[in-house]
């Protein structure tokens, strides 16, 4: 797949493990210094073994994170389709590619007062992957790893979208666990459009 068409079907790269992955598979290591940064805890009296600072690694690059996928696309390609049925209940994490169709979802955790009426406690939107087989998978996501403006079909869910189901294939880490509605949780690491078997 050449740039321009890499570019047109990427819909979220998770830019911290490309790097790494990149990293590993060239040989090409990057130029890398450390920061370290003060917590909120700056000016107060600190225990000793609380001291509030982290190390913050920065690393830099000659070639963008779009040259990188594009370098190493064949090596990921090498990974297998995930057997998600397989993986319920497994206690390991599993890397491999999903083909399927990515949609936006949106639960509630609600209640009924004394009156009878509906209180929404809890709510949370979100992305979900739903291959040939179930489960599907809820996707922890971040929003700056997304395209423009994909993130906000979450937000649209509940609001004016009315459908939204793009065939997608993905590379993801699966987690041991799921949701109380049966669906494995993964982390995307990269979301290609147009390239999953239809279902």
Do not use: C
């Amino acid at each position: 797949m050449n740039t321009l068409d890499l570019l047109q079907d990427l819909l979220y790269l998770d830019r911290d493990f490309i790097s790494s992955y990149y990293e590993v598979v060239t040989g090409e290591a990057a130029t890398t210094h450390f920061t370290h940064q003060e917590g909120k805890k700056a000016g107060a009296a600190i225990p000793i073994f609380s001291a509030e600072l982290s190390a913050v690694e920065i690393k830099s690059y000659n070639v963008s994170s779009l040259q990188m996928l594009s370098r190493v696309l064949d090596q990921l390609g090498t990974f297998a389709v995930l057997d998600l049925p397989r993986l319920a209940g497994k206690k390991q994490t599993a890397y491999g590619w999903i083909n399927g169709r990515l949609s936006a979802a949106v639960t509630k955790s609600t209640r009924h007062t004394s009156k009878g009426e509906e209180k929404i406690l809890a709510e949370d939107r979100y992305f979900t992957l739903h291959a040939t087989e179930e489960p599907s998978l809820a996707l922890i996501t971040s929003e700056s790893n997304f395209q423009s403006g994909i993130n906000a079909l979450t937000r649209l869910q509940s609001t004016i979208l009315k459908d939204f189901s793009l065939h997608v294939r993905a590379f993801v880490r699966v987690l041991p666990s799921s949701t109380h509605i049966g669906h494995l949780v993964a982390v995307p690491l990269v979301i290609l459009e147009g390239t999953g078997t239809e279902n």
